[in-house]
């Protein structure tokens, strides 16, 4: 009896220790689980007297030169927007296009900008605003306002627009381009995709400066002397400053260089140097006026140097010499060997352009020059190519002579005639009768009998002489029939003197 109760304790406290063994720790799981969840997720930082300085170390380290820089600037960067109206006739209506059924289409566009002076003048690429019809500028509060383009200049890529604003605007301040060095840091700051973020605020992306003195060309846009930065540019970008570590504005972020179309770390500036200049030039006439000497060139390689014996292994040839240009009359040759222009050396065409382009039109220049194996040094002073402001305002148009850039850049056949038309006033009767910058006039003819509607025989227009000559007996309300080529495709139109 006793050995049988023995073993009822034995079997029920082996069964009580299996049921503790398997149910104890589940519940005591839980239980700790649900100590635990009632706790933070996270540990509240504690910092003690003795890390004090620790954490002052941080703070400015996190408060660096680059933060700072952008803080400085930031408020002057804006959002760029623009509409563009264009007119396309409908293809099943084209017999009837002349008596208005069409379409009008809107094409949209986005870019960056910054203040430079707080009358509300703002900077930014031409090809952000390039022939749009409505132009809207977003401050980073939020403002917006509607801008009017005060200049711009196609082969310097930059424009000038103007707000009327009724705050104080912060300006950004324009810093030295002239001693970069290559590795320093800089700040691209932007509207990159703002179709997307849709917020004013603008974005940054920080890089160093890879190379000076680029060149770079897309499309029939070619640009040299750029700053090459590894900052990320991206769509949306184009206009904003380039900014170095004192939050100066060194450059306008322009280009990027892309085998897919996305940011790969070649991006492009134009030095705010080179960009001062042209900014007055667009505010003070609307336009930039290159200087004009009159020289065509080309690079020196070894066979040149060996064929002419040349002394030295850099400069350009002189390949012509334009007639009664300011060259010619100073006395350059065909076969000449420009060394410098003043102290600065000539290396390439590219960089005799560049310094010639920075000329100053009311200054001479000494050109260091090499003829027959002696050095020699020639004083010109260029001149101003536009030469005929009667057809700005009866026409509203503005010439130049041809160069061989303006060849390559507009597609025309050749320099050696005509006169290029290189800015089109809006409204005007070039504008209405859709004349365009890069068209080249080489013929033009007036009206000699308003009621009969004829015509003077044709004039062919050879250089600039020939059109100051037909536009000075030009008057107001006659008509003009022009003659013009267009990516070497001949056009005719016709229009009429303004009556203003």
């Not at 109206?85 to 059924?101: A, C, I, Q, T």
């Amino acid at each position: 009896m006793h050995r049988n109760r023995l073993v009822v304790l034995i079997l029920a406290f082996i069964v009580i220790a299996a049921i503790a063994f398997i149910f104890l720790p589940r519940a005591w799981k839980r239980h700790n689980y649900a100590v635990q969840s009632a706790k933070p997720y996270f540990v509240e930082s504690v910092i003690g007297n003795e890390a004090d300085s620790v954490q002052k170390a941080i703070t400015i380290s996190r408060n660096n030169a680059i933060v700072q820089a952008i803080r400085k600037v930031e408020n002057s960067v804006v959002s760029i927007s623009t509409v563009q109206l264009v007119r396309e006739r409908l293809p099943w209506f084209d017999f009837f296009y002349s008596f208005g059924f069409n379409t009008e289409r809107k094409y949209y566009g986005l870019g960056s900008g910054f203040i430079i002076d707080k009358r509300g003048y703002i900077v930014t690429n031409n090809h952000v605003i390039e022939d749009a019809d409505v132009i809207k500028v977003t401050l980073t509060n939020g403002k917006a306002y509607e801008a009017t383009v005060v200049g711009d200049d196609p082969e310097f890529d930059m424009a000038v627009l103007k707000i009327e604003p009724k705050e104080d605007l912060a300006i950004a301040e324009l810093g030295d381009s002239g001693d970069l060095m290559v590795g320093e840091w800089v700040i691209a700051i932007g509207n990159p995709f703002g179709y997307l973020i849709k917020d004013s605020q603008p974005t940054v992306t920080v890089g160093v400066i890879s190379a000076t003195r680029r060149s770079f060309q897309k499309d029939d846009l070619k640009l040299s002397g750029l700053i090459q930065t590894d900052a990320a540019i991206n769509p949306g970008n184009s206009g904003g400053p380039l900014v170095n570590s004192y939050g100066q504005v060194i450059g306008i972020n322009t280009a990027i260089f892309s085998t897919t179309g996305g940011y790969q770390g070649v991006g492009f500036a134009i030095p705010v140097n080179t960009a001062k200049k042209i900014i007055t030039a667009l505010i003070d006439q609307g336009m930039v006026i290159k200087p004009w000497i009159g020289l065509e060139y080309q690079e020196i390689n070894s066979d040149i140097i060996s064929h002419l014996d040349l002394p030295v292994n850099e400069g350009v040839l002189v390949s012509y010499v334009v007639e009664e240009s300011p060259a010619k009359k100073a006395g350059f040759m065909n076969g000449d060997i420009i060394a410098k222009i003043g102290d600065l050396k000539v290396d390439s065409v590219d960089r005799t352009i560049e310094i010639i382009d920075s000329l100053d039109i009311r200054q001479d220049a000494v050109f260091s020059i090499i003829r027959k194996k002696e050095f020699l040094d020639i004083l010109i002073r260029p001149e101003i190519p536009d030469i005929s402001g009667s057809a700005k305002k009866l026409l509203g148009i503005t010439v130049q002579a041809p160069t061989p850039e303006a060849m390559v850049k507009y597609g025309i056949s050749s320099y050696r005639k005509g006169v290029l038309i290189i800015q089109v006033e809006k409204k005007s009767p070039a504008h209405k009768a859709d004349l365009k910058r890069g068209d080249l006039i080489i013929r033009m003819s007036r009206e000699q009998n308003a009621s009969a509607r004829q015509f003077v025989i044709d004039q062919d227009i050879k250089n600039l002489k020939d059109f100051k000559n037909f536009v000075s007996d030009m008057h107001k309300g006659q008509a003009v029939r022009i003659i013009l080529e267009r990516k070497q495709e001949l056009w005719r139109t016709y229009m009429t003197a303004s009556t203003d």
